[in-house]
């Protein structure tokens, strides 16, 4: 069976911690979009660890971690990452590189960081490790594939030729900066070759053999529908699909496998980068809910930057839901808002005079206002507690108020950031 486990929102939904926790039954994690640009934050028996590129299975000594083809794989921070776990206690990851992902290449990341400051205020709020030159590239048929490396060393080096002709032209016109040099590509790209070759697998055959033999795949996604290229806030989004749907062929398996998605949503929101977030709020508020947010305070996993805060936005999670194929929601950091007297939930949106609960494009969600309905809180620590009927009653009306909201089964809960921190609901 294949499931996948993906964001409804603007990511940081608490993911890791899902595929962490359903981990446990699944034999293969497999890693389908997305690069080194979003972590997840993982607390299990071993510590607390931040992972930006390794699959959230690689705690487990029963599971295959896999990096997919849709991947922007970055090959030294694959390492790092490796070489970060083994080093505090976990037992070495059984890992697969798919060998049509590309490569994150040295030159992706400068020119993110060339272009971030050549926009300066006017940025997308790029996490800067190359991921949408890295896409540009893919797309535009200029980029290197793992298979790639094992080509003749002609052919190669032609290739790197033709690729950095165009490179050199925007560094030196556009960003004034020293031009890329044939060698030292090459010789980044063999070292890449050293590092990767042990891992390297043709993973939809191998993936296609685990579906025939009955294995438990999980799909885990990266950020959340609203960072979609296609259904997200563009251009505000990331630059590879957040979808579920997307699971199909960033991993290479036939749609129709994949028989549940399990959509992330967080009891409050949060985002990070520029961008329309109807929900927000500021100043003394959303410095307590941020301090008080996910497990240590909301701030990113990668950067360390603050998060931005709003309370539960209704409009935006059931779009993300519809958007990802949403079976099964797991409800995610309901521990948080114990603190709360009442709590604010955004039901609809007032647009130009009008109250919708439809998920606007970006230009109509840019003059989007939040309209609230405002609950009771709980006003307690719900920690520890393994049954749903045992939640505070308030709480149990906030989860069921947002599930009827949203329109799709809240059947998990999860109240503590730790792998057994979760209550399974019925339907
Ligand atoms: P992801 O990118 O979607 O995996 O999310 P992040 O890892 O960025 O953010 C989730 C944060 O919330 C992490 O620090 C998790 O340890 C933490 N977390 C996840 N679930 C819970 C929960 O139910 N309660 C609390 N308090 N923290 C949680």
Redesign the pocket.
Known sequence: MVRAVV?ANW???????ITDALGKESDIIVRFQGGAN????I?NDYGKFALHTLPSGVFYDHTTSIIGNGVALNIPVLFQEIRGIVDRGVPAPRILVSDRAQIVMSYHILFDKLEEERLAGKSFGSTKSGIAPFYSDKYAKIGFQVSELFMEESGLKEKIERVILQKNVILEHLYHAPALQAEEIYKELMEYRRMVEPYVCDVSAYLWNAVQDGKNILLEGQLGTLKDPDHGIYPMVTSSSTLAAYGAIGAGIPPYEIQQVIT?CKAYSSAVGAGAFVSEIFGAEADELRDRG??GGEYG?TTGRPRRMGWFDCVASKYGCRLQGTTDVAF?????LGYLDEIPVCTGYEIDGKVTTKFPVTRLLEKAKPVYEVLPGWKCDIRGIRNYDELPENCRKYVEFIEEQIGFPITMV????GRD?IIFRKR
């Open positions: 964001g990511g940081d939904e608490g993911k890791g911690k979003a972590g997840h934050t607390v992330v996910g497990d996993a995610t950091v309901l521990d948080v999860s109240n503590g950031p921190d």
